[in-house]
């Protein structure tokens, strides 16, 4: 099945992959006539109702029957990573820098991974990482308060009290009128399915937003690392308890879908139990598809990342900055591409 609002003609042909590719999303629907204090069912049409009721519903469907996951789970994926991670700092040197990788280390090369117009220390950021960093710092503020004034002013004061954006915004400030304008008419078609797609959270769910994770692997010479975009619910042992949204602001569906499995993987690192649920949401289309996430997710993951860890340890010693940006994983490494 499909993700649900997804982009037709020529705005989604250049997400088009094969089924076997890009295997849909396991969609979560809510059932009609549910009993007193379960997932409520929409009363009105998918077109006539904010798509983020939907996400909401599909994210509390069968919360009662939350899966149980076997205690040994963690503990079995990271002995996996740990074996590939020794590998590698094997082949690297014991005098090697730590490497710090992110979501991007499953889909690019060895010591290729970093983006040149994301990497840091540069002067200037690309307009897509630009508009990426806009597009999350607005949709902290409509999970935190539901509303946004002005994009662009809304979100350029978020960069502005952020002292690891202060560069960015700056740069933003220096573009010709024309640029600006351009970005700003952008940030305003995210702002609108942002509004649409993003559910109002109740407190006790404890959203969280720019939820940072890191794991270190042989002995802190190898961390994996990444940030859920927004975490709620509370981990308990031994129970799928928590639930996670991913945002992309573009680039392929597979990808972002791969790497927000990554980040349950972390979170099962973290915590010794996966996440229950999450959800994807594509800003820049109105896109979204929420599932399960199942142990045959997160071995998956692994098996991708000891692929990846062996062919760096192929490729020899890499400097750490030369993957990922070093240890700033921020949004150049979330699930945006």
Known sequence: MRPRGAATGA???ADVTTREQNPPMVLVKPRRGASPGSCPTPETSPSSAPARDEVLALLRNGSGRRPRFDPGLAGGLRAWLEDAAGELVAARGEDAPPL?????????????????QTTAGADTSSIELVLSCLVRALFR????????????SD?????????????????????????????????????????HLTPRFAPRWLPRTHDRVAIPLAGGRVVLGGVFDLLVGAPVPGMATLCALGLTTGGRWAQARTALHYLALLETLRSGTPPFRVALLHSAIGRYGVEDVLEEHLRAVVSHVVAQLAGLAGDGPAPAAALLGGGDWDDRSRISA
């Open 155 to 195: 979100a350029m004061a978020a960069l502005q009290v952020d002292p690891a954006r202060a560069g960015m915004a700056a740069q933003i400030e220096r573009m010709s009128d024309a640029t600006r304008d351009a970005l700003s008419a952008a940030l305003d078609v995210h702002a609108a399915n942002l509004l």
């Open 141 to 152: 503020q409509v999970v935190t308060v539901g509303h946004v004034g002005d994009p662009l």
């Open 100 to 116: 710090f990788l992110g979501p991007r280390l499953l889909w690019t090369g060895s010591a290729a991974a970093a983006d040149p």
């Open 11 to 13: 705005a989604a042909s």
